[in-house]
């Protein structure tokens, strides 16, 4: 008699669903991305404020000397950052759903730190607020069922 010693098969994550909610979130990934990219180089480009008519006085008290290193994290992260999630969005990554989350949840908090940072209010940041809150919130519900079903495979 020999005992069977082979380990249970592990069911594979299953991929998410690109329903309304994915495609709502893959195409504010898209905007998103589009305007950190824009925003990121005018700053990257020109660190002084001057294409975007910031002054450099808005940074007193930050660890920044210029616009350069936030224009990278803004083009990095959000702009190149969001248009990868929305490329494994639509190629239906198992983690898309939760990486564009992240991405939404990011851009929330890169506006209440800049806030903070720069202690004057534009147009601009309650839009920005708002589509990072409407990412996270439409990929918490194109992920929610491959949630679901993972923890249902987790017995």
């Known amino acids: 008699m020999t005992a069977d010693v082979s380990a249970p098969a592990i069911p594979a994550?299953?991929?998410?669903?690109?329903g309304l909610a994915g495609r709502i979130a893959v195409g504010l990934l898209m905007l998103l991305g589009i305007g950190a990219l824009a925003g990121g180089a005018?700053?990257?480009?020109?660190?002084?404020?001057?294409?975007?008519q910031m002054p450099l006085s808005l940074l007193a008290g930050s660890p920044f000397a210029d616009y350069s290193i936030p224009g990278l994290i803004l083009g990095g992260l959000f702009g190149l950052g969001s248009f990868a999630v929305a490329f494994l969005g639509l190629r239906s990554w198992r983690l898309a759903p939760f990486l564009g989350f992240a991405i939404g949840c990011g851009q929330m908090i890169w506006i209440v730190v800049e806030l903070a940072i720069?202690?004057?209010?534009?147009?601009?940041?309650?839009?920005?607020?708002?589509?990072?809150l409407a990412i996270a919130a439409a990929s918490s519900t194109w992920g929610w069922p491959t949630f679901q079903r993972w923890r249902a495979t987790r017995g």
């Open 13 to 18: 994550i299953p991929r998410p669903v690109m």
């Open 42 to 52: 005018a700053l990257v480009a020109k660190p002084d404020g001057s294409v975007m």
């Open 118 to 132: 720069i202690k004057e209010l534009s147009i601009l940041h309650p839009i920005c607020f708002g589509l990072g």
